[in-house]
């Protein structure tokens, strides 16, 4: 796909969050840092849509009332209604880093066009009631018993003691209610991680990979795939068959 001649594009950036919407007929980007340094992180949207047939496209940036702050390995989601950004890093003069557990939402007729996106306004939500973290993954998933829409916030990490704490917690957001939940399954389950993948398959929650420690010692990025089923609350872990199965990374 080529950008269309004359179009803007977000500067460039590392560690920011992006989806798809409207049916995966356009993405969101929102965020992300410009530099090494947390004082780089950037608090921008962006929506890419394709043209011409999907052989080019188009960046357009979104102004909004009121953003969440600029931040970085945040989790950028969108269900059937809104835009969703929760947690990441973010840098407060005068402290520093500080990781987050907040949650906003915007409509996605703010990212669509065709009028003022100024006038939408993010609303921000309940944060999530356990340690903050950077590096999750946040898959919006489908209730198979109501239909409902949840958020599955999985693993991440945080810096603590003089070391980095990761996380296989797994957290539910519920929209409707604006509430979230712990999940607690049985094991087994996934080793804690962070920056590793995470899709909806079927209307459960897979992972990938990922890293357990910040080094880079044999052992310190995986590469095993999991699923959590709403329907049983089980963790399942899929053997890696064959020879042609991608190597451990993050």
Known sequence: TRLERGSRAPSRRWKFAATTFDSSARMALF????????????????????TRGRHAGRWRPVRTEDPPAARRGHVVAANSTHLIVFGGKTFVPREG????????????????GGGDSQAF????????PTEPRWGSTGTVLRSPDDGRE????????????????????LWL??????????????LPAPEARDHHGAAAVGGDLY???????????AGATLGD?????????????????????PAPRF
């Open 121 to 128: 306004r993010w609303t921000q939500g309940a944060s999530i």
């Open 173 to 186: 957001y519920d929209f409707r209610k604006d509430v979230w939940y712990h999940v607690d399954p049985p």
């Open 207 to 217: 992972i990938f990979g990922g890293r357990v420690k910040a080094t880079r010692q």
């Open 31 to 50: 965020g992300g840092c410009a530099g090494t340094k947390i004082r780089d992180v950037l608090d921008d949207l962006w929506v890419f849509e394709p």
């Open 97 to 112: 880093a500080r990781v987050l557990t907040d949650l906003w939402a915007l409509p996605l007729a703010a990212l669509r």
């Open 225 to 245: 795939v999991w699923s959590y089923s709403l329907s049983t609350g089980r963790w399942t872990q899929h053997p890696r068959r064959g020879e042609l199965v």
């Open 150 to 169: 949840v958020l599955g916030v999985f693993g991440g990490r945080v810096w603590s003691a003089g070391g980095y704490t990761y996380f296989n917690d």
